[in-house]
């Protein structure tokens, strides 16, 4: 049985709206407008134990919704997940202590704290015992090279060099599962291939079942031996990275653009869309 | 995860708030020196007002005592429920309070933690100041008559001890009304200032609350806000002594559950619609 099962998920936001300027500011004061917003019309895959997913589509597609609601952060309009039997946003405690998560957007450790402290406050939070604790950490900050750092309260801390921190933070409880949404995003080229490295490593080495979102096609030759592409809410397609290569291949690149795929998919599924 | 465990998670919250807090030592410097000058002007309009006879003869409590009263309280001033968890406030506008419900541990427990360390890091340092500065320091200046007394009997300061944190879990309680708004409401401001003027008065931070007209006492001691303060001088002074003083703990623990299941309830509706809305 698959590890991870997403069935049909649909996922509206009522999004509130107003007429620009002061005349729209006082009618907005007396009747509010609502525009519905379809993140997710209906959304399946299911993933085995130990596979590694890439995620990609445009802003808006859905991406960062569907992360949402496998953490467990957001409830979904209708359809059906689990994680290890888990149903996320129902079990929330349970299956949270078993996930480890990056948002390459946010940051999960306390601004004005030593990395370390941050750390072991990680530690109290999931109740990883000390000796575990010890090995785990040590064994993440040696392949993630953040030795130099645990010293260092997290504001001082470069993009490249917190991004490695918040990657040891997701996953100091040794989670299962873990859920990268957009793990690359700002960082120089020897920060993003240091951060591919340690996550085809844990996903190669420890059997960790590794979802993430990115923009960045490297991202996705790199790692994910599959490739989900979402938009307007939907899966446009869902193969091995060749099969991305060859859907594009009239564009002559030696590594497709994302955006040539996604352009390329779209097309595909133009009809119907609209 | 088990029940130790747990509770392990939320005092090691507490604790790394509270720690957190204690590095921003001008603040607490400053805050201090602002309390003690406010000290001074109240000790110097109450020895104004007991100075007619009439009115220091009807009084329920001394000019001694008052003063202690206005010293203890300026002390304990950030023990208070001013405004919203900072922290919470700005985790909610950022979207980091995603990274809250990741977290293996009850919602409304970890925020309260928190909270309670917040609270705890602010009011430590700021309370012994002042009593090294009214309760030792102003005797030494030969200002025994404006200083800050002992309690009446250990008895009181043990009550009194206990009392205080309860105070805490109450202000806690409240702070926790004042987040969940706050999650609610995405402003912080407007509920922050809605919450001091209710705070200054019904706590007995302005004046002490026996010192009001009596046909409001037993109300003005009913209330919440007097746990915060007001109850917690009382039991200082053996106002509220025998069976009394275990009346007005047992106000104080009423109040904290009735305020912590109120919240409890609030915000499993609050995380509902931010789960349906995607906060």
Known sequence: MPQIIIEHLTKTYRISERDPGFAGTLRGLFRRRYRRVEALRGVSFSLERGELLGLIGPNGAGKSTTIKILSGILRPDSGLVTVDGLVPFEDRRKHVARIGVVFGQRTQLWWDLPVSDGFALLRDIYGVPEQRYRRTLEELVTLLRLEPLLDQPVRQLSLGQRMRAEIVAALLHEPAVLFLDEPTIGLDAPSKLAVREFVLRLNRERGVTVILTTHDMQDIEALAERVIVIGHGRVLADGTFDLLREAVRETHLEVPSIEAVIARFYALHGAAET | ?279
């Not at chain 2, 919250?13 to 201090?32: E, I, P």
């Not at chain 2, 950022?94 to 919602?107: E, H, I, K, N, Q």
């Not at chain 2, 275990?246 to 609050?270: D, P, S």
Request: proline share 6%; glycine share 8%.
């Open chain 2, 1 to 279: 995860m088990s029940a130790p465990a747990a509770t392990h998670a939320y005092i090691a919250l507490f604790v790394s708030r509270f720690q957190l807090m204690l590095q921003y030592r001008g603040a607490v410097l400053a805050g201090f020196a602002t309390q003690c000058w406010w000290g001074a002007i109240k000790v110097m309009i109450l020895a104004a007002f007991y100075g007619a006879p009439a009115a220091a003869a009807s009084a329920p409590i001394t000019l001694s005592q008052a003063i202690t009263y206005s010293w203890v309280g300026q002390g304990l001033l950030t023990l208070l429920p001013w405004m919203a968890d900072p922290d919470i406030a700005t985790a909610v506008r950022t979207g980091a309070v995603s990274y809250d419900r990741l977290r293996p541990l009850d919602f409304y427990a970890l925020w309260f933690a928190r909270a309670a360390g917040w609270i705890a890091a602010r009011v430590v340092p700021r309370a012994l100041l002042m009593a090294a500065f009214a309760c030792l320091l102003l005797p030494l200046l030969g200002l025994a008559a404006w200083a800050w007394q002992p309690p009446s009997a250990v008895m009181a300061a043990l009550l009194f001890a206990v009392s205080v944190v309860l105070a805490l879990l109450l202000s806690t309680a409240m702070v926790m009304l004042l987040n969940i708004g706050v999650a609610a409401l995405l402003d912080a401001a407007g509920l922050n200032a809605l919450a001091a003027p209710l705070v200054i008065i019904f706590s007995g931070s302005l004046l002490p609350l026996s010192l009001l007209p009596d046909w409001m006492q037993v109300a003005l001691l009913l209330q919440p806000f007097a746990g915060l303060l007001d109850i917690p001088l009382r039991l200082y002074f053996g106002q509220l002594s025998g069976p009394l003083a275990f009346a007005g703990l047992g106000l104080q623990a009423f109040w904290i559950t009735v305020l912590v299941l109120t919240g409890r309830y609030w915000l499993a509706r609050v995380l509902r619609r931010l789960e349906m809305q995607g906060g």
